[in-house]
């Protein structure tokens, strides 16, 4: 029975497919089916919970925020918004709804759903998200009000510099979610057993199956708003399918031989396929180095576990990672120009604090970096006190306990996972005994945000143009401060000048003194190390010669304008 259900839904998808790429009709864009691919199975549909980008992947297809920031200039735009108005002292802004807008089930959106979303929602204490740590300016959160069905007035408590590319924070539907609010339900809601019929958005997709290990299908929101610049109505494509995959080596073959449309390579797949361009009928678009970032992450938290009265981290392993020497001397054996040439074929960028150099003004390059140096690092963990006591080939600290610890990173991630292995090896040339480990992207999550129970893990953060939008991560109360997160009060001094940074800087609207503030706190990183940086890469995607309305930036990818692609008439 199980095997003819799985031929029926193998069946259904390449049926699915093939009528979707048949529908074009010659005399407009309209039709047909992008087909992508993913390495993890999304962890929920909530947006406002989402703390992983399995998550958001597919939420940026359903759901959008007043205001967007274009990919070309940088510069915010009006979204769902049409407009808006701010008083004189910057504190009272009054927003515009467009009054065309219909949420994917046809109700009506309204400024009851922004209220919610922020009222209701982000600044819902018994509701745990990021958003709240972007949106409350020293634990002041902002006063939201409906004015009418279509204005919206948001009193912020103080200046705040970021604010306009902050109001692209998804909306939600108040009809579909106050009911799980009211009853404390909403932690649990929309996750990933939820009918996809039941998860509504404003945006140019919605979703309309999902299984598990297999695929994703989004269907062209029939109520979408947006048109494009010759009146036509927006999206083109019909659908959007995601099939979910091992890892990107099956990615490469599912690329190759035709059953994705594009996906973002490794430096080291760029042999492979450059030469392939012609004869397969695709392009490699390079757009620079990444906007996010990747690092080893040492656990540094030294709280009890309230349940059970034991520490989250053992006792000797907190005592070395909160060393300085410690991680200092890690930071000198990342051996970033090899993992650059070997890793990525060359194709990559070092990178040693908290941005990229593709945030533009905000990036700091005058900051600490230590580069490769195995004899440096040496003698760091020899003053410290970290030698082979036993002459058993490993370190040990003062207290003779051999540095010995667990290593994790994403096993979907091969890139990643042959990093770790360089990194191992540079560990263990330091006498350190290293247990490397790949682990399941969700559950590696759940490690970091739930039973912290962990030693070091190599992972990435998405990134972006506005320092304030890592204050999830920053902040030492922070949902997302990996390495010691929800603190009552800072742990550090040096933490607690980051917090303090960036309370002021939201606050400053002079832009070149907002970045002496944000160059400082890029230093203070680059000197503490709470996250040790690797490597950038080179943000490669390669794609079918078959899509109209193709123009991709750095900042938005290849698809950032999904609604407006289309597939070429020759391409069918």
Known sequence: MKNKLTIKILFSFTLLFLVSSFVYSAENKYGG??????????????????????????????????????????????????????????????????????????????????????????????????????FTIEDKPFLVEKIDDLTVQFTLPVKFAPFLRGMNQAILPKHKLKEAVLKKEFNHTWGIDTNPKEIVGTGPFKLIQYLPGQYLTFEKNPYYWKKSSSGDKLPYLDRIIYVIVQNVDVEILKFLEGSIDAFQLRGMDYPLLKPLEQKKNFKIFDLGPDLGSNFICFNLNTRKNPENGSLFLDEKKSKWFNDIKFREAISYVIDREQMIKIVKNGLGYPQYSAMSPASGFFYNDNIVKRDFDVKKAKEILKRAGYIDRNKDGFIEDKAGNTIEFNLYTNADNTERADIASIIRNDFESLGMKVNFQGLEFNTLVSKLNSTYDWDTIILGLTGGVEPHFGKNVWMSDGQLHLWNPNQETPATKWEERVDGIFNQAVQELNEDKRKVLYDEYQM??????????????????????????????????????????????DSH
């Open 33 to 134: 089916t992008l087909v992508l691919s993913t390495t993890s199975d999304p962890r929920s549909f909530n947006d406002i919970m989402a703390k992983e980008t399995s998550t958001t992947l597919v939420t940026s297809y359903i759901f959008e925020g007043l205001t967007t920031t274009n990919a070309y200039n940088l510069k915010v735009e009006p979204n769902l918004a049409s407009k808006w108005e701010v008083s004189e002292d910057g504190l009272v802004w009054k927003f515009y709804l467009r009054d065309d807008v219909l949420w994917n089930d046809g109700k009506k959106f309204t400024a009851d759903d922004v209220v919610f979303t922020f009222n209701d929602l982000i600044f819902n204490p018994e509701i745990p998200n990021s958003a709240r740590d972007v």
């Open 524 to 569: 203070i990183i680059s000197e503490e190390l709470p996250l040790i940086y690797t490597v950038l890469s080179a943000r490669l995607t390669a794609v079918r010669n078959k899509f109209g309305n193709l123009n991709p930036t750095n900042y938005g990818g290849v698809f950032h304008n999904i609604e407006e692609i289309y597939i070429k008439e």
